[in-house]
């Protein structure tokens, strides 16, 4: 068993997170991460993941801007559709913390489940910033760091 979490995304998609997080800016974003677990560019890979496409996920509440993340029932129903059309899974979860660290919060722990990939990026003063990757542990009192592998920009 690989105890070295990988999660490989594209610098296009990670920089949609961070957009994402700058448009909502000082409310938090969300969205679903879809890919690939155990593989990458095709290749069996322990500890991998390959982040392929992303799910935004919209605040349907008019009365409270959604100010903390939480994953609802029909957002998991919905991100596994789009994955299912699409041929991909449901990897992992993201999320902005608008003028806080990438750390996860413990309403952050208290709300997520193994397994998953929680991406979060902080947002500083409306400006993407850290993106850090994290794995809850089956017993769902600790996060293991997953480390994010982006390319490196290709010159233009
Ligand atoms: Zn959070």
Known sequence: ???EFELHISRELAERIGQHGA?????ECCGALLGRDGMFAGQDGDGQREVLELFPLVNRRDDSPRNR???TAEDVLAAEKAARDRG??????Y???PDHPARPSLFDRDHAWPWYSYVIVSVM???PAD????RLNDDRQEYTAERIEVPKRATV
Do not use: C, Q, R
């Open 131 to 134: 993106m850090t990757s994290w």
């Open 69 to 71: 993340f939480a994953v």
């Open 23 to 27: 448009e909502t800016f000082p409310h």
């Open 88 to 93: 991909l899974d449901v990897i992992g979860w």
């Open 1 to 3: 068993m690989a105890n």
């Open 125 to 127: 003063s409306g400006k």
């Open 95 to 97: 999320h902005s913390h």
